[in-house]
């Protein structure tokens, strides 16, 4: 049993939190807030201790009636492991404090890879995190491209990927932030990072992304256009994604047609804040023109890749040398499809 | 000087009224209307003849003092030239009347190429509709894409395009329409129908397209990658868009980020309705990727056609035989840049 500690307790380190708790051979040994809000009161009324990043704001917990347990280096010594989940560039700041203490860390998406030096999908790449001190799970599009990418160049092998990213342009609890009724190329320049990001977990890839914002917080959604290696049969395909780990074929014709029918059908699974951890693929859009495939999926920005982090513990620590056997302990643990 | 009527005066019959009433070899003879609304009011205010389209609904109009002309078969005898702007399907419908009554016609996108028989860009086919009875100006979207590819072909040629069409979910009066908080594949097939579009207007195209719709009322936004035939510098296609007609690069970093902010420098030109009649192609987008040119649009779906509707005219009876010429008139006209 490893003892693991969550370094910012937002979206994604409360999924995580959760996620690594479910686990049998890992535990929560602390989480950690900045601010004394309801998400810290929820993390102790879920038996975790609770940890602060700012020393000083000390007396704001006391007065908001919340119990700290001390300061995040003080869970760093509690813990084999971080997960890091702190915002966008505080990571990579962050780093140092865990070089300094001498603890393995897992990183987010948002953090540079050039600032980890190594990044993680649990399909594509784990052996190269093996025993690493740190690694970077890569973002939700990022992740949501290797689940889908990597048995299709399995089955019959890619030439090249077009794919154009359109997503949501804030989470649904994120009120300031827009827009509220335009669509907006995001970057405006192409290709978009997304491509040089798959490249870090799956190497030699051939990829151009075109990415932008639209005015929904739940999904996003991919177009994706795959020049083949070779011929396949599309139902060859479709047997190939029925068949990988945390991806699902949806029908439209089912009452599927849109994100939101999608999140839907998660709040019927009855999980932990109707997260959807798998990727969805429209089955109805799998379709192969002149040998190439296309494709649209939905990728649950909040919650599809905090199954990888549970495994990149795995990976780190090495819990598990065979990829396969940390997704399937993970999938068993988080009660993915 | 030529006699149009316009049956259905809605979101496209209102603007092409007011395109060809600006026109100096056109009049209006009047324009029809199902219903006795506001649109209604506002046409004879403007000071077109009224008729209705429902007969039996004559006590209706009455009732609410709006005096009409007469039916739509009454305005036929007064026009040389239908322009149906009916909503999609009634065209089609339409047609036996006006094949009946030996008037010639032009509808719009929301019909079936194969129910008209003729489709139209004033850029790509003008020459095939002269002296025809019927053509079919092709949908926003698809006039959208032959204003930019047709004058990439003319330069370079074009080897295959694959376009990924985020469509606004509703007009901006629409208020009964959805989604306001999803992305939803429309159709969930790949590919969606705007390919086989243009192939109507642009024959011989090697295109693909995939098409979604986001909750925004604004503009439609393209995703546009072409395989181009001959070696061309970014600075080359820069320099053609620029000069071509009815398209303008605009800058992201001049506060033109978003179809927002395009809709915005819209309202600064003060055109009737805040219209752009303009393909608006982000600067920044436009890159080469191993012979790939990559690109960002945004089409104002309630406008960007009017211009068209207006050249169709003149090639129908056959007022101008060169497209130039046509082209440069309703530019004019309606102060297009």
Known sequence: MVSVAINGYGT????????????????????SKTRPDFEARMALKKGYDLYISIPEREKL?????????GTVEDMIDEADIIVDATPEGIGAKNLKMYREKGIKAIFQGGEKHEDIGLSFNSFTNYDDSLGADYTRVVSCNTT???????????LC?????????????????????GPINAIVPNPPTVPSHHGPDLKTVMY?????????????TLMHQHNIMVELENPVDIEEIKEELNKTSRVMLVKASEGLASTAEIMEYARELGRPRNDLYEIAVWEESLNIVDGELYY????HQ???AVPESVDAIRALLELE????KSIEKTNKAMGIL
Chains 1, 2 share one sequence.
Request: aromatic share 2%.
């Open 321 to 324: 040398e065979d990829n396969k």
């Open 12 to 31: 994604i380190g409360k999924r995580v939190a959760d996620a690594v708790a479910a686990q049998k051979d890992m535990k929560i040994v602390g989480v």
């Open 157 to 177: 092998g890619i030439k090249k990927v077009r794919a154009v990213m359109v997503r949501r342009a804030a989470d649904p609890a994120q009120v300031k932030k």
């Open 144 to 154: 949501g491209l290797c689940r889908t990418l990597k048995p299709i160049d399995d």
């Open 204 to 216: 030699g890839i051939n990829i151009n992304t075109v990415a932008l914002l639209v005015p929904t």
């Open 61 to 69: 917990f006391q007065e908001a009636g919340i119990e700290i347990s």
């Open 302 to 304: 909040e919650a599809d």
């Open 296 to 299: 649209m999926q939905a990728v």
